[in-house]
């Protein structure tokens, strides 16, 4: 028997925990299914979390005045500040985190890479590309912390752990 603590990983809820992407689809992650046994997970769905149901409309992050903003286009709801007081709240609650394991492509969770749109419509351009609103808190309120996506490598995931 190991007494060795398991590294503990915030992830995404919608890798392989539970249905909760906006379009409903259940995802299965190779890189969950990979590290079940060797660390405890703490889920999260950010966008649940702040009332979003399942399925529901898209959000994205969208330039505005001197900041980045949380929009849902088809509703024209600004969940900005409902993210940065969810994100805010949950994490400063958290007493230990070894790790973060994100949604890619995620305007909440993603890590980089996330379109940020000129204007909430449909049709606006692309004007630059950022993190997602949990995943700048986490970067902010765990700097030091590891962070990645599901694309990346559980065996490279663990020695950034250990």
Excluded at 7 to 30: D, H, K, M, Q
Excluded at 53 to 59: D, E, H, S
Excluded at 95 to 122: E, M, N, Q, T, W
């Amino acid at each position: 028997m190991s007494l060795k603590r398991k590294p503990v990983i915030v992830v995404s809820r919608c890798l392989g925990f539970g249905v909760c992407r906006w379009n409903g689809a259940v995802l299965e992650s190779p890189l969950v299914a990979a590290l079940q046994n060797e660390v405890d997970f703490i889920p999260v769905c950010p966008e649940c979390e702040i009332g979003l149901g399942c399925p529901r409309p898209p959000i994205r992050l969208v330039r505005k005045d001197l900041g980045i903003s949380l929009i849902q286009p088809e509703t024209g709801i600004d969940l900005t500040s409902r993210m940065v007081d969810f994100s805010q709240r949950f994490l400063c609650s958290l007493s230990h985190v070894d790790g973060f394991l994100l949604k890619r492509k995620s305007p909440s969770c993603g890590l980089a890479d996330i379109p940020i749109y000129a204007a909430p419509a449909a049709d606006s351009y692309l004007d630059k590309t950022g993190t997602g609103l949990f995943a700048r808190a986490a970067g902010e309120l765990f700097p030091k912390t590891p962070k990645i996506d599901e694309a990346y490598a559980a065996e490279s995931f663990l020695k950034l752990l250990l």
